[in-house]
């Protein structure tokens, strides 16, 4: 991977046969072998404000010390009205193509995990479709801070369904529209961002190969929906969609839900703490980070971390924190991630990728 930036001229590599409407997955030949999903480019996206804990604490009852000792957080990434959930995405999904090589033309599918849409409908994938010019079909998913490791799950099943051989699974969040920025509980936990990964169908174990995404837990419980949740949605004019948060008992359930999930990504695979080379865990709380990484007797340095910049990017978090990592050279060939995320539902998960 060669992994490209934001920066990225969109649609510069547009082949002439995507003015095409229609490229549908659906109807291309099956690939001779599908037996996993590869990961072959990362990008993000990041506005380009930043407000520090010390800014934040000139409009809201919070200081610099409280937020960098209960949760690691420094500062965040704040959108400008015209970085859009969609503006946000098609800029990290651009990139992603640009690391692995590939143009508009390879992706059949575009998956968007996101809880803060431009718009009802359509979905926001399919404005990142068009802004990017691919063909194929798209949809959003709705999953909270573990939308991304729910929508990684998704196109892994699809590519190995041979539904789809190039997929790009976004996370895109601009939380600072839903906060309630009187609620100094919540709205120093949260920034804006998008990442994105474009998946493409390899050989698996059967194939000879062994990279790919190796593995995917989902897990969910409805009936703790009521301790993070937002109160509204354009289905409910009558609510004005303020994110609420029980922080308490978000973080307990976090911690004993996530040490579980960890578990059983690495009992699945029949692996031990030690194969895992990168954790690149859902950044809400370095305080939850750190109890995750005690659980696998992994050292910080073998953590990913960007809570200290990013803050809770939510979907967002673990592609951005993905992007860092292998912009700086830390993500090698061969090397093992395993991903975990606990968010609004509640929802949480895993996953374990062979890079
Ligand atoms: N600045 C200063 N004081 C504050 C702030 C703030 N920003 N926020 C709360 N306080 C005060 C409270 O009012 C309280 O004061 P009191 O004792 O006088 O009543 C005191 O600090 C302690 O508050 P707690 O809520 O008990 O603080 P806690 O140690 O639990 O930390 C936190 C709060 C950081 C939110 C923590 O509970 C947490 O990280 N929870 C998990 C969040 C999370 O993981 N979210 C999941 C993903 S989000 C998603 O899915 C959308």
Redesign the pocket.
């Known amino acids: 991977m060669d992994l490209a930036t934001e920066t990225a001229t969109l649609g510069s590599r547009r082949p002439a046969e995507m003015d095409a409407p229609d490229q549908g997955a659906t109807a291309r030949p099956a690939a001779p072998l599908v037996a996993r999903a590869v990961l072959a480019g990362i990008g993000g996206y990041l506005p380009r404000t930043v407000v520090s804990n010390d800014e934040?604490?000139r409009t809201?009852?919070?200081?610099d010390a409280?937020?960098r000792e209960?949760?690691g957080i420094l500062q965040r990434h704040i959108a400008e009205p015209h970085e859009t959930c969609a503006y946000m995405a098609t800029r990290a999904a651009a990139a992603a193509l640009a690391d692995a090589g590939a143009v508009a033309g390879d992706v059949d599918a575009i998956i968007l995990a996101t809880?803060t849409p431009d718009q009802a409908f359509p979905a926001t994938a399919l404005r990142v479709q068009a802004a990017l010019g691919c063909g194929g079909f798209g949809f959003d998913l709705s999953a909270?801070?573990?939308g991304f490791i729910y929508a990684l799950s998704v196109a892994d099943g699809m590519i190995r369904a041979r539904q789809a051989r190039g997929v790009l699974v976004i996370g895109s969040e601009v939380?600072s529209r839903i906060m309630n920025w009187r609620d100094?509980?919540?709205?120093?936990?949260?920034g804006d961002g998008a990442g994105a990964v474009f998946l493409t169908a390899g050989a698996g174990r059967g194939g000879g190969g062994d990279r790919g995404i190796l593995s995917t837990h989902l897990h969910a419980d409805g009936r703790l929906g009521d301790i993070?949740y937002?109160d509204g949605a354009v289905g409910r004019a009558d609510r004005p969609g303020h994110?609420v948060?029980?922080?308490?008992?978000?973080?307990r359930h976090?911690v004993v839900r996530l040490a579980a999930a960890v578990d059983e990504a690495l009992a699945a695979n029949g692996m031990s703490h030690s194969s895992v080379d990168w954790l690149v865990p859902?950044q809400?709380?370095m305080?939850?980070v750190d109890a995750i990484a005690k659980r696998l007797h992994l050292p910080v340095e073998r953590v990913v971390v960007t809570i200290d910049r990013h803050a809770?990017t939510?979907a967002a978090s673990i592609p951005l924190a993905m992007m860092e990592a292998h912009q700086d050279g830390r993500l090698r060939p061969g090397q093992v991630l395993l991903l975990s995320?606990?968010?609004?539902?509640?929802?949480w998960g895993s996953a374990l990728i062979r890079l």
């Open positions: 934040l604490a809201v009852d919070t200081s409280w937020v209960r949760t809880a909270a801070c573990s939380y100094r509980g919540t709205c120093v936990l949260f993070l937002v994110l948060m029980q922080g308490k008992e978000v973080f976090a859902h809400a709380n305080r939850i809770n939510s995320a606990l968010g609004g539902g509640l929802t």
